[in-house]
């Protein structure tokens, strides 16, 4: 029993990738639509990057200063105490 419990990880696993892979194959096989469809997804892909990159950037500023923050007001360092 209880090594069959530890197979279900690998098996799932694997399957999932599989899944994966048959999913990415199909949706790669389908029409690219009209020349309409491409221009909207063309502005909506410009659109989610720009969002994306001015995200990355905001949440990059506030991770260094929270970090800055946490490493002034922090008495010890943990790993020593």
Known sequence: MEAS?????????LLSILVGAYLYYYVNKQSSGTKRMQEISTAIREGANAFLRREYTILA???LV???????????P???S
């Not at 279900?8 to 696993?13: D, E, F, G, T």
Request: aromatic share 16%.
């Open 66 to 76: 929270v970090a800055t923050l946490i490493g002034i007001f922090l008495p010890s």
């Open 61 to 63: 500023i506030f991770v």
């Open 78 to 80: 943990v790993w020593l």
């Open 5 to 13: 419990v530890w197979l279900i990880a690998p098996i799932s696993a």
